[in-house]
């Protein structure tokens, strides 16, 4: 959630919203709830040892100026992409289909507009986390063990995120730290339950 408020120097939520003609504080609500969703689905797949998975659906340096200019994250080619990234971390369509429909429920959105704005979102995350973690860091990181599950390589991205807590690089599978960034907000909880019902 913080560092899609930081897209667009600050205004990326507000220009996104635009795109989808969507009320400003809807789109906050939406994210607030769809933004820890992202991240919950990313630690689950990482529990499971699919950390190869994770890092792999953070790939593509070509997404890291959608978070920079937030209105290209609503073109039909970044969208496209958002979706992929959604489905590889949510497991198909169907369960994006049902993540979207539930959070339009609750803040009373059109799930058609949802369903939209969802994979833009997820395209503006990615590129965000692309321009903290290229391409070249993320080879590394699956050349070096990351992909076996032990989760050191998911938790130094993460910690180079928080601003270089070296706290990850264990050998165990050590998820505090993604834990404890997912929950800051208090919302992880509330996502897990909905992820429980849609996730593969």
């Not at 890092?55 to 937030?70: I, N, R, S, Y």
């Not at 990234?85 to 959105?109: C, I, M, N």
Request: charged fraction near 20%; aromatic fraction near 2%; hydrophobic fraction near 40%.
């Amino acid at each position: 959630m913080k560092l899609l408020e930081q897209a667009g120097g600050g205004q990326g939520l507000a220009q996104l919203a635009g795109q989808f003609g969507l009320d400003e504080s809807k789109a906050q609500e939406l994210t607030k709830m769809l933004a820890p969703a992202i991240g919950q689905a990313a630690k689950k797949r990482a529990e499971q040892g699919q950390t190869d998975t994770v890092l792999g659906a953070m790939k593509g340096e070509a997404q890291a100026g959608l978070f920079d200019t937030p209105s290209a994250a609503a073109a039909p080619e970044a969208m496209a992409q958002g979706q992929s990234f959604l489905e590889q971390l949510l497991g198909d369509r169907a369960a994006t289909e049902g993540l979207a429909a539930e959070a339009a429920d609750r803040a009373g959105v059109d799930q058609g507009t949802v369903a939209q704005f969802l994979p833009a979102l997820a395209a503006m995350a990615q590129g965000g986390l692309q321009k903290q973690m290229p391409d070249s860091a993320i080879d590394g990181m699956l050349g070096g063990g990351a992909a076996s599950g032990s989760g050191g390589g998911l938790m130094g991205m993460i910690g180079g995120l928080l601003g270089g807590n070296k706290g990850g690089e264990t050998s165990g599978p050590d998820l505090s730290m993604l834990t404890n960034m997912l929950d800051a907000d208090g919302d992880g909880s509330v996502m897990d339950d909905i992820l429980g019902k849609f996730m593969k």
